[in-house]
Nanobody
Framework: QVQLVESGGGLVQTGGSLSLSCAAS????????MAWYRQAPGKQRELVAR???????AYADSVKGRFTISRLNAKNTVYLQMNSLKPEDTATYYC???????????????WGQGTQVTVSS
């Protein structure tokens, strides 16, 4: 029931910045955790950053100090500010939310369609 619409991906040079956003829509009663994952070709999907409803965040070691996750609860939107980008950051980035929606009595996990981030040397 939840649809996640991502935006902000693109092509940047090493050292550049991008800001990703993900807006959740549907019959949403509440959203708990929101997160960003990424997956590069031939590699497994990995957690990049996660933020819970009270604002507590967690980051993968590889992005600490460079990426910042934030959310606007009133808009059901999560953001990922990416600075000092490196070629190793190249991947498809996926939005993930745990949301309680109409028709379910417990929260469920939902995924966005993914947005491509490419960092050139």
């Amino acid at each position: 029931q939840v649809q996640l619409v991502e935006s902000g991906g693109g092509l940047v040079q090493t050292g550049g910045s991008l800001s990703l956003s993900c807006a959740a829509s549907g019959s949403i009663f509440s959203i708990d955790a929101m997160a960003w994952y990424r997956q590069a070709p031939g590699k497994q999907r990995e957690l990049v950053a996660r933020i819970i409803s009270d604002g507590v965040t967690a980051y993968a070691d590889s992005v600490k100090g460079r990426f910042t996750i934030s959310r606007l609860n009133a808009k059901n939107t999560v953001y990922l500010q990416m600075n000092s980008l490196k070629p190793e950051d190249t991947a498809t980035y996926y939005c993930n939310v745990d949301a309680l929606t109409r028709g379910f009595i417990t929260p469920r996990e939902y995924w966005g369609q993914g947005t491509q981030v490419t960092v050139s040397s």
